[in-house]
Nanobody
Framework: VQLQASGGGLVQAGGSLRLSCAASASRFNVLALAWYRQAPGRERESVASISAGGRTNYRYSVKERFAISRDNAKNTVHLQMNDLKPEDTAVYLC?????????WGQGTLVTVSS
Protein backbone atom coordinates (compact mmCIF):
# COMPACT_ATOMS: atom_id res chain seq x y z
CA VAL A 1 0.00 0.00 0.00
CA GLN A 2 1.32 3.43 -0.93
CA LEU A 3 -0.01 6.50 0.84
CA GLN A 4 0.22 10.07 -0.43
CA ALA A 5 -0.68 12.86 1.98
CA SER A 6 -1.53 16.39 0.94
CA GLY A 7 -3.23 19.53 2.17
CA GLY A 8 -0.74 20.88 4.67
CA GLY A 9 0.34 24.49 4.76
CA LEU A 10 0.66 27.66 6.79
CA VAL A 11 -2.44 28.92 8.57
CA GLN A 12 -3.17 31.44 11.30
CA ALA A 13 -4.44 30.32 14.67
CA GLY A 14 -8.18 29.74 14.50
CA GLY A 15 -8.02 28.74 10.85
CA SER A 16 -8.82 25.46 9.15
CA LEU A 17 -7.10 22.96 6.93
CA ARG A 18 -8.22 19.73 5.33
CA LEU A 19 -5.67 16.99 4.92
CA SER A 20 -6.12 14.17 2.46
CA CYS A 21 -4.34 10.87 2.06
CA ALA A 22 -4.79 8.85 -1.09
CA ALA A 23 -4.01 5.17 -0.95
CA SER A 24 -3.14 2.69 -3.62
CA ALA A 25 -4.83 -0.39 -2.28
CA SER A 26 -7.03 -2.99 -3.89
CA ARG A 27 -8.99 -3.50 -0.68
CA PHE A 28 -8.98 -0.05 0.85
CA ASN A 29 -12.27 -0.69 2.58
CA VAL A 30 -10.77 -3.27 4.96
CA LEU A 31 -7.97 -1.02 6.16
CA ALA A 32 -7.92 0.80 9.47
CA LEU A 33 -6.73 4.34 8.84
CA ALA A 34 -5.18 6.95 11.07
CA TRP A 35 -3.46 10.29 11.17
CA TYR A 36 -0.39 10.83 13.33
CA ARG A 37 1.73 13.90 13.82
CA GLN A 38 5.26 14.62 14.85
CA ALA A 39 6.46 18.01 16.00
CA PRO A 40 10.18 18.91 16.07
CA GLY A 41 11.87 17.30 19.04
CA ARG A 42 8.78 15.37 20.02
CA GLU A 43 7.63 11.81 19.63
CA ARG A 44 5.11 10.81 17.02
CA GLU A 45 1.59 10.83 18.43
CA SER A 46 -1.76 9.55 17.26
CA VAL A 47 -4.25 12.23 16.27
CA ALA A 48 -7.28 10.39 14.94
CA SER A 49 -8.24 6.99 13.62
CA ILE A 50 -11.11 5.41 11.75
CA SER A 51 -11.79 1.71 11.54
CA ALA A 52 -12.92 -0.23 8.50
CA GLY A 53 -16.40 -0.02 9.93
CA GLY A 54 -16.24 3.75 10.41
CA ARG A 55 -15.64 3.93 14.14
CA THR A 56 -13.56 6.98 15.02
CA ASN A 57 -11.22 7.87 17.85
CA TYR A 58 -9.47 11.12 18.61
CA ARG A 59 -6.67 12.41 20.69
CA TYR A 60 -8.22 14.34 23.57
CA SER A 61 -6.58 17.62 22.58
CA VAL A 62 -8.19 17.60 19.12
CA LYS A 63 -11.66 16.37 19.99
CA GLU A 64 -14.39 18.82 18.90
CA ARG A 65 -11.89 20.45 16.49
CA PHE A 66 -10.76 17.69 14.13
CA ALA A 67 -12.81 15.18 12.15
CA ILE A 68 -11.51 12.11 10.35
CA SER A 69 -13.46 10.58 7.50
CA ARG A 70 -12.93 8.03 4.77
CA ASP A 71 -14.14 7.75 1.21
CA ASN A 72 -13.85 4.12 0.21
CA ALA A 73 -14.93 4.88 -3.35
CA LYS A 74 -11.93 7.17 -3.78
CA ASN A 75 -9.46 5.30 -1.54
CA THR A 76 -8.97 8.44 0.48
CA VAL A 77 -8.95 9.42 4.13
CA HIS A 78 -9.40 13.02 5.22
CA LEU A 79 -8.66 15.00 8.33
CA GLN A 80 -10.66 18.19 8.69
CA MET A 81 -8.91 20.45 11.17
CA ASN A 82 -10.72 23.46 12.57
CA ASP A 83 -9.79 26.07 15.16
CA LEU A 84 -6.13 25.27 14.69
CA LYS A 85 -3.71 26.19 17.45
CA PRO A 86 0.05 26.78 17.34
CA GLU A 87 0.53 23.54 19.26
CA ASP A 88 -0.99 21.68 16.30
CA THR A 89 2.11 22.54 14.27
CA ALA A 90 3.70 19.28 13.10
CA VAL A 91 4.26 16.97 10.20
CA TYR A 92 1.07 14.99 9.77
CA LEU A 93 1.39 11.42 8.55
CA CYS A 94 -1.27 9.02 7.42
CA UNK A 95 -1.18 5.40 8.37
CA UNK A 96 -2.98 2.35 7.07
CA UNK A 97 -3.16 -0.92 8.93
CA UNK A 98 -4.43 -4.38 8.21
CA UNK A 99 -3.91 -6.91 10.95
CA UNK A 100 -0.30 -6.63 12.08
CA UNK A 101 0.89 -4.92 8.89
CA UNK A 102 1.19 -1.14 8.82
CA UNK A 103 2.03 1.35 6.09
CA TRP A 104 3.04 5.02 6.34
CA GLY A 105 2.78 7.97 4.01
CA GLN A 106 5.46 10.63 3.68
CA GLY A 107 3.74 13.33 5.72
CA THR A 108 2.53 16.85 5.10
CA LEU A 109 3.63 19.88 7.12
CA VAL A 110 1.09 21.92 9.03
CA THR A 111 2.29 25.20 10.49
CA VAL A 112 -0.02 27.29 12.66
CA SER A 113 1.07 30.83 13.39
CA SER A 114 -0.06 32.71 16.48
Amino acid sequence: VQLQASGGGLVQAGGSLRLSCAASASRFNVLALAWYRQAPGRERESVASISAGGRTNYRYSVKERFAISRDNAKNTVHLQMNDLKPEDTAVYLCNAKWGSVSWWGQGTLVTVSS
